[in-house]
């Protein structure tokens, strides 16, 4: 794909380093409208009231109290090697305890097909915070499959899969943009890192415009730390961390490789694009 010309202008947004340190979660059920569409939702919430978009935990605190605010009980999983599942019944609060291993980045999702149809999946990470450290979770969405399970009805995940919306954080591009967790912002010379969690059933191929990055992390293909790519698979349920090192200024896309991956319902450009804004 050619470089997109950027018509939303300068985002004057802030990184996100400076976050508070999350140790609760709630996990709120509601409903989000995705290009167009709408979809139910369940997502990790930093407080009792639904949000949007997935609250990640950044510098593990070693534990972290699960609220269920859900109509059903989920069993909370984690891609920590060593360690088992929590189940949180409806109306209850369970902690989640783990060591995880510093520096490395993590899945966490509910093993339900309603959490999981729902968008009820995170990122935990802890370690390479000496620069700013981006947060991208990869998804696609099925909006009438979100509506089944919501009804407490199940789904054949068996038939073939056409999901409409493909989001970073729960958001399709354009409003990636607005997303100061995963629109880069940096300048010549000050790198950052991008952790890269894909929460969907698909795999998923980013492509960087402008740069190659080092792979620090990735958890299905590990005899790739090291190696500088502009192009970088993450498979379904996949942990990367890469960090970028900007070397010239510009605007540049990101964006799944795969075309359907960067539509809203259909319509280009849409998706999973987001940009690195890199100032001289
Ligand atoms: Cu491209």
Redesign the pocket.
Known sequence: ???LACLWGLCMGICATGMAQQDTLWMVPSGVTLGGDTVAALRFSSSPQFQAQNETLENWPGSCVLVNLDSIAHQIQTTVPGTSPVTVEPGEAQTLSLSIASPSTHRMWSTSQRGNLLGLETMIRTGWSDLPHYEWNLNEWDPLATWTVALGEAVDESLPYVPRQFTINDANFPNTLQDTTAHVESQVGDPVYISVVNQGRMDQVL???GFHVEMLQSSAHPNRVGWSKDTVPVKAGECVVVRLNPDQAGEY???A?NLVAVTNAGFYPGGMITYLNIAP
């Open positions: 794909m050619r470089k492509h960087f415009h896309p990101v964006h490789h």
